[in-house]
């Protein structure tokens, strides 16, 4: 399953939290996350307040734990999100939807 996780970081947490970041490696980012969350992709707000990861997880205590690494320093959202084509798929049959022939 698929998860967007944005977080912004409180300006009192900012100094911190960009530091523990950027003193990471790759390999600190894959332990960060953990063997069972893959991070597809992670894009940074220029200002440094926060950001956007869309992550890919079947196990919701594996995404909580990796979560919880930041929420000292964070506030976090997680929401499951779908690509294009399951939503797609998902609107056949819906009574409202009408499908071009």
């Known amino acids: 399953m698929l998860f967007s ?26 332990k960060d996350a953990g063997d069972k969350v893959k991070i597809v992709g992670r894009w940074h707000h220029l200002n440094g307040a926060g950001g956007v990861c869309i992550a890919e997880c079947s196990d919701s205590s594996a995404l909580n734990s990796f979560m919880l690494n930041w929420a000292p320093m964070c506030d976090i959202t997680v929401m499951p999100v779908v690509e294009d084509a399951t939503a797609r798929a998902s609107l056949v049959g819906k009574p409202y939807f009408n499908k071009k022939e």
């Open 5 to 30: 996780i944005s977080w912004t970081i409180p300006s009192q947490n900012r100094v911190a939290c960009l530091n523990a970041f950027g003193n990471m490696t790759p390999e600190d980012d894959l």
